[in-house]
């Protein structure tokens, strides 16, 4: 099954990649630009016969590598 | 002593770190590839800078998983002493070994020039040769130096005396300006500037000596 794993960054956690862009933005004129976030989008097909199977091993994978718990939190979509 | 200089695709600094321990101890480390899952009885396990597996999906990530790290976390908690200078720190935090994370740093520019530090603590086997609050200048060569953590892992850092060095002016956002720290048994230590590379007078400063030879003091 094909899984789809939105990583990003904890509620709190500063992140000067989405400080720059939002900086960026402004300065190209879109004064009102506010609360920029970035994720980062992982797709696989993880080989599970199931929903369930595919969700279970897609949250041992985010536990184990994809994120890191520190500052980072996660969604998971299954196709 | 006997120690390890444990290399990852991407390492670069394991060189300048073994020819560093080697000038302070007499004793060539060990060089050790990441794919060992067993060590020998050492002294010291020693992660080097660089850029493994390429920095991907977050520095140190990928390499915080290879087989060697679950000996080296069996080894530190028997209390071997264990160092991660740079993308060594960054491992030793993305596999738990050390508490918080390094983020990019704050103004996103890569970072390659001295810095001055203060010696935050002198109690442990790789600060006892400096003296508490001592300037001292190590080169920093990183993206992503920029630590992290939350304020009761800061508060718990600095109650119990284990942030290692702090840099003197505000360098990549870093809380409490926290450049390397300690794990709860002291024998982890994790560093971003380089101490490897402020050896030898040629290096532009030799202001890392005394770490090794605090090392070499304690562990033989």
């Known amino acids: 099954m094909r899984v789809k794993v939105a990583i990003g960054l904890r509620p709190g956690v500063l992140d000067p990649e989405a400080v720059a862009i939002e900086r960026s933005l402004k300065g190209l004129g879109f004064p009102d630009v506010a609360n920029v976030k970035r994720q980062k989008i992982i797709e696989l097909d993880v080989g599970a016969p199931d929903r369930e199977a595919a969700l279970t091993a897609a949250r041992a994978m985010c536990e184990k590598l994809l994120a890191n718990p520190v500052i980072e939190s996660y969604t998971i979509d299954i196709a | 002593m006997r120690a390890a200089i444990i290399t990852f695709p991407g390492s670069n600094r394991e060189v300048d ?172 230590l994790g560093l971003m500037p380089h101490p490897e590379d402020a050896t030898e007078p040629l290096q532009g400063s030799i202001d890392g000596k005394p770490l090794f030879a605090s090392l070499a003091a304690a562990l033989g």
């Open chain 2, 17 to 188: 770190l073994a020819r560093a321990l080697e000038a302070a101890t007499g004793h060539r480390p060990l060089s050790v590839w990441h794919k060992e899952s067993e060590l020998p009885d050492l002294d010291l396990i020693a992660l080097p800078g660089g850029f493994s597996y390429g920095d991907y999906l977050r520095c140190g990530a990928v390499a915080a998983r290879s087989p060697i790290m679950t000996e080296i976390a069996r080894q530190a908690g028997r209390g071997v002493a264990v160092i991660g200078i740079c993308n060594g720190f960054q491992i030793l935090t993305e596999a738990g070994l050390l508490p918080g994370v390094l983020m990019r740093n704050k103004g996103l520019a890569f970072l390659c020039k001295p810095v001055t530090l203060e010696v935050a603590t002198r109690q442990s086997v790789f600060t006892s040769g400096y003296e508490a609050g001592q300037e001292v200048v190590f080169p920093v060569a990183h993206h992503d130096g920029n630590y992290t953590i939350d304020a009761e892992g800061q508060k718990r850092l600095e109650d119990e005396d284990r942030v290692a060095f702090r840099y003197k002016g505000e360098l990549n956002g870093s809380v409490g300006r926290i450049a390397g720290i300690l794990s709860t048994g002291r024998n982890v």
